[in-house]
């Protein structure tokens, strides 16, 4: 009798859950840039003055890296935008690993994935959703490139 409701408990708690799997996984964007959007919709949107974007902006210039294609590079440079100073000051304090996000992430793709503004849109959406996964006190706003060639 005991065994048989330890095995009926255990079932209920196995079926809860993969149902919370199954739930979570569902609520979460499965395109770049719908994810992208997502993180940053608590981010309250007042329009800020371009002295502001200056003060909140960081540069990474001159990323050069492998595509995921043989003999395929690809040359870029940055300007994150962040919701806040707070924010500016904690990205720059792990910037090194930002570029390694970055770096990583251009690796993994292919020279057709990247190409024209769809392409662009789904590297900055890709990156806007990793990045702002390793920031505690705030959110990457806007991402714009810079410079660009893939050769």
Do not use: C, H
């Not at 793709?109 to 789904?122: N, P, T, V």
Request: avoid cysteine; glycine fraction near 4%.
């Amino acid at each position: 009798m005991i065994i048989a409701m330890l095995i009926v408990i255990t079932l209920i708690l196995v079926a809860f859950f993969t149902l919370w799997t199954v739930m979570d996984k569902n609520s979460q964007p499965s395109n770049p840039q719908e994810a992208a959007k997502a993180s940053v919709s608590q981010v309250e949107g007042k329009r800020l003055t371009p002295a502001q974007v200056k003060a909140q902006t960081v540069f990474i210039e001159n990323v050069l890296t492998n595509l995921a294609e043989k003999g395929r590079v690809v040359k870029a440079s940055f300007a994150f935008t962040l919701d806040n100073k707070k924010s500016k000051e904690e990205f720059e304090t792990i910037v090194f690993q930002v570029k390694s996000i970055v770096i990583q992430t251009l690796a993994d793709m292919k020279a057709e994935q990247i190409q024209g503004s769809k392409g662009q849109e789904f590297l900055i959406s890709t990156l806007m959703n990793k990045i702002n996964e390793l920031l505690v006190e705030g959110k990457v706003v806007s991402i714009s490139l810079t410079d660009y060639y893939v050769e």
